[in-house]
């Protein structure tokens, strides 16, 4: 399979090439290149079993590949090499705290690393500030919650000051509400502490909170990599649209632009997009379902800056939680709008039924369709 | 059941009468156990964390070997050393050939006594202690891999994780050996002041119709078990708030 790669900006701190893992004759990791760029948090996203925690493995040397290379600032390096591995620090999906107490959990990389006691105990005091624990030194690490547990294991990394920080589905055992105060906390602290890290998991909502760019992997292979806006909106395929809620991106070309906005022929409708690409340009275009709002098909419209609005039939209505999923189409132009459980019922919405769908031109993600495999 | 009541009152007369010849005897038997115990640990947790931590070709098996070792017969043991070291043994051959001289005896001295010890309680030490290293999380050693720990201190770690299952196994390895007559008797020789132990004490009054003497100092041994078990028992307990 071609994949459109997407390299470093800068120089990349690891990088993977032809990364097998066989386990049994069984291939679970077959990744030709991957980088971990310099200070970027950089997600692997994927579903159970896709292969993910093993290459983070790999990647951070804590696992052999079956063949491949991973070089560290373009030095090779194996798991053998304690140097490197020092320079890195993981938390696990299970915390995995040691007997003892909470600042001796904390301090249990250091000691490896000979520091001296008087800056030990400073250095844990201030990674438990870092992570919201501050004073629970004396406390027994094994008579934590979840929550505050997964907290000590972020510590007992970060006070290592690794270049490198491994994150292997941190937060997916933790109730949702403790989750989604953990996961704001941690993309806090990650952009904070300026630290690089490989955080991998199977929600794509803490993948967006957390990185800046993500790869998708699949069965063991990375099918797409970018910065996160671009990889979550424009999904180049449908198995990509499907694993991350979305319809596949569209194929279009621009046949006109004003002031940065170009006016996109998708089938045979207009899709207006803020761009800075030329007329003639073959792109793919990906609207969040989210940023598409719909009126019932007769209505006043109200003043908006939406530059898109258009009258669309609904296709499907799909039932998602506490919103619904409305597929839509229009002269070939599929979409869909993510609308809100009463929105959906006022408006009467059911296949067949039409309405109009406003959505921003800035909120058209829109990328040159040139090396996008013709899939799509 | 008066025949128990005089000797409790016998062990205790004996233990507080400062009998040197008893003393010497308890004595041995805390030392030889005690060194045996102690080479057996040295050999038996390494070993149980080799095997408990490890995933390998053949682990079953040894598993299975390590667990028949547990049993083994402590006469047979005894008569396997004995015939190890005795003069038409293949030892005696190897030093004559090597170092050029007769080997000194061994046989019938605390080294021999040693020797079948640390055979009958290594198996013991090295089978309970895997079986608690291999209930530890292997993930727990890849979190402290991760955190920089080298080969080395993962394995203490995983130890020190392990720590009540691995004072069993201590526990396990003292009993099977404090315990034990019939090889320190057959390699030992029962000498008195030399190589006689409690547990051959107690056989030799026994076989002299010395019913009360010997079950004092059953007793005593007993009593003596109790009070190092009981502080095995308090370290393993220990620090329970950060048990899981």
Request: net charge neutral; proline share 4%.
């Amino acid at each position: 399979m071609s994949v459109r790669t997407h390299h470093c900006g800068g120089t990349p701190i690891i990088t993977g090439e032809d990364i097998t893992v066989r386990y049994h004759r069984r291939t679970v990791v077959e990744v030709a290149r991957f980088d971990l760029c310099d200070g970027e948090t950089h997600a692997i996203l994927g579903p159970s079993g896709s292969g993910k925690s093993t290459l983070l493995r790999v990647l951070g040397l804590l696992e052999k590949p079956t063949h491949g290379r991973v070089t560290l600032d373009g030095r090779p390096v194996t798991a053998g090499d304690k140097d490197a591995r020092m320079m890195m620090a993981a938390v696990f999906q299970n915390p995995y705290l040691f007997k003892g107490t909470v600042a001796e959990n904390v301090a249990y990389g250091l000691r490896l690393r000979g520091v001296p006691r008087s800056e030990r105990d400073d250095r844990v005091a201030a990674a438990l500030e870092r992570v919201g624990l501050g004073g629970t030194q004396k406390s027994s690490a094994l008579r934590l919650s979840g929550g505050e547990a997964q907290r000590v294991a972020l510590a007992r990394a970060l006070v290592l000051e690794p270049r490198i920080l491994l994150l292997d589905e941190p937060l997916s055992y933790l109730d949702p509400l403790i989750k989604r105060r953990l996961v704001t906390d941690f993309s806090e602290i990650l952009s904070a502490e300026g630290v690089t890290a490989l955080y991998v998991t199977h929600d794509q909502d803490e993948a967006m909170v957390v990185a800046d760019r993500v790869s998708i992997i699949r069965e063991g292979r990375v099918v797409r990599t970018g910065e996160v806006d671009e990889v979550m909106t424009l999904p180049t395929d449908e198995w990509i649209a499907d694993f991350i809620g979305m319809d596949t991106a569209l194929r279009g070309g621009i046949v006109a632009t004003e002031e940065g906005i170009a006016d996109i022929m998708v089938a045979s409708e207009h899709v207006h997009a803020r761009t800075d690409l030329p007329v003639g340009v073959d792109v793919l275009i990906g609207i969040r379902p989210e940023d598409v709002t719909l009126f019932s098909g007769d209505a006043e419209l109200p003043p908006s800056s939406a530059r898109n609005r258009l009258r669309m039939r609904v296709e499907a209505v799909e039932r998602m939680g506490s919103t619904d999923r409305v597929s839509l189409s229009s002269n070939g132009l599929r979409i869909a709008a993510s609308v809100s459980r009463a929105a959906s019922r006022e408006l009467g919405l059911e296949p067949g039924s039409e309405v109009l769908a406003l959505f921003k031109a800035t909120s058209v993600r829109v990328q040159s369709a040139v090396g996008v495999p013709t899939g799509v | 059941m008066e025949v128990f009541w005089y000797a409790l009152v016998d062990s205790v007369k004996l233990l507080f009468g400062g009998d040197a010849a008893l003393y010497e005897i308890i004595g041995l038997s805390l030392r030889v156990s005690g060194i045996s115990l102690f080479l057996a640990m040295c050999i038996g947790v390494p070993l149980g964390y080799l095997i408990g931590a490890h995933r390998f070709c053949g682990r079953g098996l040894i598993i299975a070997i390590v667990n028949t070792g547990m049993g083994l017969p402590p006469v047979v043991v005894g008569l396997t050393v004995y015939m190890l070291l005795s003069r038409s043994g293949p030892i005696w051959d190897l030093y004559l050939a090597w170092v050029g001289q007769d080997m000194p005896r061994v046989l019938y001295t605390v080294t021999a006594m040693i020797i079948a010890q640390v055979i009958i309680s290594t198996p013991l030490v090295t089978g309970v202690t895997l079986a608690a290293i291999a209930s530890v999380p292997t993930e727990l050693r890849l979190q402290a891999r991760s955190l920089g720990a080298s080969k080395l201190q993962e394995a203490v770690l995983t130890v020190k994780e392990a720590r009540r299952g691995v004072m069993a196994a201590v526990a396990a390895g003292f009993g099977g050996i404090i315990s034990e007559v019939g090889a320190v008797n057959m390699v030992g020789g029962n000498i008195a002041g030399k190589t006689r132990v409690m547990t051959t004490a107690i056989q030799l009054e026994t076989g002299q119709g010395n019913f009360g003497l010997a079950l004092a100092l059953g007793l005593i041994l007993i009593g003596i078990s109790f009070v190092i078990m009981n502080g095995f028992t308090r370290v393993q307990q220990s620090g329970g708030r950060y048990e899981r």
